[in-house]
């Protein structure tokens, strides 16, 4: 999932840890949808987003890690 | 689908142009305008520093924008039940985005956008970008056109359209079947001449005249008038007697109708001087790339000039009574050449033609 998460960075920041910070990492808004893109298709589920959203509910890695797995069923 | 010929970029890959992360919001189209732009600076030696970017006008000809991303959207949709699309679909396809991207890519802050009148699109963009530098309104100006649209659905609707060449496109010649669809880009600097000259810039050619019209008449059939009319108007705005033209870069789409036409345009606009003319069309070698062709042959027909070779219209079998005016046919030809046009008719009846001219 990680390796999804980081596909858009550059290759020597790909290897993200759970605490990482998406805006710390590099992830701006453009790359935030596709991320979110990639792991809906990838999951088949759907990820509940919205750019206009003040506050994103996935700040770190790990948020959004959590995040799938609650949706996919699987701890 | 019966009919397969068309005039793509071969072994295109992206990726020798542009890194993952920069391909992800182009479509083909754009792809191909931010490398034509990125060329077209390069050579100009021109750097965008001191004001001049808020100054420098970007203005693309495009006809129908990224259809490639809207065709592999529609088939994801409608074929593949795809529960979502790619989030930057509508950023790749809407029919600005060369412009848009051309300008993000280079720093061109000034006025940018894109044209679109299919056939015509690059020469009223381009058209439109010679009078803003011509009116002060920018000192210089990023212009041309771009195209991408060989993808399946858009090709089905060519060919329901019946003017497709089963074989290759030679216009101008008898037994010419049709139009072979192309792609691609071409980009150029245009500036002021004071601009260009207070740089000691290579000054290629220079834009003399424009003209336009519209048929106001069958959406496809084209009109012998009013193609002659944007000539004379050209012709007008640049201040040239139509004696003084040596070669036009001519539509030449290789349709029954266009070239037909067009002969009988260039007879009324050059009286007794058409005869003298030499007219040769690209597509017959590039095939028709729609609202990127006035920017290819228009760089065609500068270099033209500046070679002192007429590029030959080729795949030529022979004379049609309808088409007699001299298309240099199959072989390249040296002339010299210090002013010359270059016509453009679009679907829909909207005609744009620039003249050009030696600069001395």
């Given at each position: 999932m990680t390796a999804l998460i980081g596909k858009k960075l550059p290759p020597d920041k790909r290897n993200l840890q759970m605490a990482d910070w998406l805006d710390e990492i590099g992830i701006d808004s453009l790359m935030a949808v596709e991320m979110i893109f990639d792991l809906e298709a990838k999951f088949d589920i759907q990820i509940p987003f919205n750019a206009n959203d003040a506050k994103l509910e996935f700040e770190t890695v790990g948020e959004i890690v959590a995040a799938i797995k609650k949706i996919t069923g699987k701890s | 689908m019966a009919k397969k010929v068309v005039a793509e970029v071969k072994d295109y890959d992206p990726l020798k142009f542009f890194d993952e992360r920069e391909v992800s919001p182009l479509d083909r189209v754009a792809q191909f305008g931010v490398i034509a732009t990125r060329e077209a600076i390069a050579h100009s030696g021109l750097t965008f520093d001191g004001g001049l970017s808020e100054q420098t006008a970007t203005i693309i000809g495009c006809g129908v924008g990224g259809q490639s991303t809207q065709d592999e959207n529609y088939r994801r949709l409608y074929r593949d039940n795809a529960k979502r699309l790619h989030p930057l679909t509508i950023p790749r396809l809407m029919v600005n985005a060369?412009?848009?991207?051309?300008?993000?890519?280079?720093?061109?802050?000034?006025?940018?956008?894109?044209?679109?009148?299919?056939?015509?699109?690059?020469?009223?963009?381009?058209?439109?970008?010679?009078?803003?530098?011509?009116?002060?309104?920018?000192?210089?100006?990023?212009?041309?056109?771009?195209?991408?649209?060989?993808?399946?659905?858009?090709?089905?609707?060519?060919?329901?359209?019946?003017?497709?060449?089963?074989?290759?496109?030679?216009?101008?010649?008898?037994?010419?079947?049709?139009?072979?669809?192309?792609?691609?880009?071409?980009?150029?600097?245009?500036?002021?001449?004071?601009?260009?000259?207070?740089?000691?810039?290579?000054?290629?050619?220079?834009?003399?005249?424009?003209?336009?019209?519209?048929?106001?008449?069958?959406?496809?059939?084209?009109?012998?008038?009013?193609?002659?009319?944007?000539?004379?108007?050209?012709?007008?705005?640049?201040?040239?007697?139509?004696?003084?033209?040596?070669?036009?870069n001519a539509h030449g789409t290789s349709t029954a109708a266009n070239d037909a036409t067009e002969t009988e345009a260039l007879k009324r606009a050059f009286g007794a001087h058409a005869k003298n003319l030499a007219i040769s069309s690209n597509k017959s070698m590039i095939g028709h790339a729609l609202g990127a062709a006035g920017a290819l042959k228009l760089v065609a027909t500068l270099m033209s000039i500046r070679e002192g070779l007429v590029p030959p219209t080729i795949n030529y079998l022979g004379p049609d009574p309808a088409c007699d005016l001299d298309c240099v046919p199959n072989e390249a030809r040296a002339i010299r050449v210090d002013a010359a046009l270059s016509n453009t008719f679009a679907f829909g009846g909207l005609n744009a033609v620039l003249a050009v001219r030696r600069f001395s």
């Open positions: - | 060369p412009a848009s991207q051309m300008s993000m890519s280079c720093g061109l802050r000034g006025p940018a956008f894109v044209v679109a009148s299919a056939c015509a699109s690059a020469t009223h963009a381009i058209g439109l970008a010679f009078q803003m530098v011509r009116g002060g309104q920018a000192p210089v100006a990023v212009t041309g056109g771009a195209e991408a649209c060989i993808a399946f659905g858009t090709m089905k609707g060519w060919e329901a359209l019946r003017v497709l060449a089963p074989e290759t496109c030679r216009p101008f010649s008898r037994d010419r079947k049709g139009l072979v669809i192309g792609e691609g880009a071409a980009v150029m600097v245009i500036e002021s001449l004071e601009h260009a000259q207070k740089r000691s810039a290579n000054i290629l050619c220079e834009i003399v005249g424009f003209g336009m019209s519209a048929d106001a008449g069958d959406l496809l059939s084209p009109d012998a008038g009013s193609m002659g009319r944007a000539i004379d108007a050209a012709l007008k705005y640049g201040g040239l007697e139509p004696s003084a033209i040596r070669y036009v």
